[in-house]
């Protein structure tokens, strides 16, 4: 049963309300029974929170020691792919707060997290779903961006089934056209 610390945390997480949300969020971290990679969320929240209320030091550690702990052990395939969405959502929320850079870390680390799912089909949709949110990062030909769209790009292209696949194309075409500083929505129109 949901305690009213529970309630008050993901009340002021999902109101972006992170100042109120901090000391409940640290307060989560002293449970013995959560899971590691639930600690792992919890840290790349913390570290959004620990950002937001100018403490950026403390910030980088929480965020590195919770992808870190996402990324130790095997979980169950249907368990990474609800890791990674709740990991991606985090992103989003970084990149809101305009900590790019983070953002795109943190996507990294929910690319990791979709590998690791067994359905083909939902690790194409999730990957791509990752591409496109490191597209919106917004940093015009960023060598660190190019370089994560080029490993999820490579990702995407390691499952066998999507070889053949006719987005495929468009996925390369999308490469291409952020390399050159091109606008992506104009090659969504031509496809």
Request: hydrophobic share 35%.
């Amino acid at each position: 049963m949901k305690g009213i610390d529970d309630d008050d945390k993901e009340l002021c997480w999902n109101n972006k309300q992170y100042k109120e949300a901090l000391p409940v969020l640290l307060k989560d971290m002293d449970r013995v029974d959560m899971d590691e990679k639930d600690r792992g969320v919890l840290q790349l929240k913390i570290g959004l929170c620990l950002m937001q209320v100018g403490r950026v030091r403390e910030s980088a550690s929480y965020i590195s020691d919770g992808i870190e702990s996402l990324k130790r052990g095997e979980p169950s395939s249907s368990r990474c792919e609800q890791l990674g969405d709740s990991v991606r959502e985090i992103a989003k929320r970084y990149r809101e707060c305009g900590q790019m850079k983070k953002a795109m870390h943190i996507l990294k680390c929910a690319a990791w997290l979709y590998q690791r799912v067994n359905d083909t089909t939902t690790v194409y949709a999730s990957l791509m779903k990752c591409l496109v949110d490191l597209r919106r990062l917004g940093v015009k030909n960023s060598p660190s961006i190019l370089k994560s769209m080029h490993d999820v790009y490579d990702a995407i292209f390691r499952i066998q089934e999507t070889r053949m696949h006719s987005q495929a194309t468009m996925i390369s075409q999308c490469m291409a056209c952020f390399y050159l500083g091109c606008a992506l929505t104009d090659v969504d129109k031509e496809n």
